[in-house]
């Protein structure tokens, strides 16, 4: 039997749900599983590491990763309950912000605290490449790209390189 896709469109740089801070989930019915869903397929196709609702131009707190064995999970409604005094510096991208990488300092890990797309709640505790994807993606769903974590002056040129990647032009003041 054929499979019917499920392919989503990312939202880039500039779009106006990336810079807000989205809204809790509060009805669990199967709307929120098939997002999720949608959203590794999408994710996987991309070639990412994790994926945020507001990526995908939905007002949701849902973002979805492969943990570090490669399975999949979907965090609803995350809540960081703690994260590590010691932190790693590394290279990150974005899906929202294609052919752009920039080093960012990130706790070396994080304790989250979420729901799974059922409403059942559920705790991790992550390190590494897994927790700084929890970290990145969270961002997302408080309307925080990686570059805005750059001082002003690197998250410029990061816009700039951005937009003569991707021939395109934010408008900003």
Known sequence: ???????????????????????????FDSSVSLLADAMFETMEDADGVGLAAPQVGVDMRLFVVNDQQGHRMAF?????????AETVVMEEGCLSIPMVWHDVERAASVTV???????QAFR????GLFARAILHENDHLNGICFIDRLPEAEKEKMIRRYEKKNHVKLGRT
Do not use: F, H, W
Not at 2 to 27: A, Q
Not at 76 to 84: D, Q, Y
């Open 124 to 127: 991790v505790e992550a390190s």
């Open 113 to 119: 605290q979420a729901q799974d797309v059922k409403g």
């Open 76 to 84: 609803v409604n995350p809540e960081i309950i703690e994260t590590s």
């Open 1 to 27: 039997m054929p499979t019917i896709s499920t392919m989503l469109d990312i939202y880039k740089l500039g779009d106006e749900i990336l810079s807000r801070k989205c809204k809790r989930v509060s009805k």
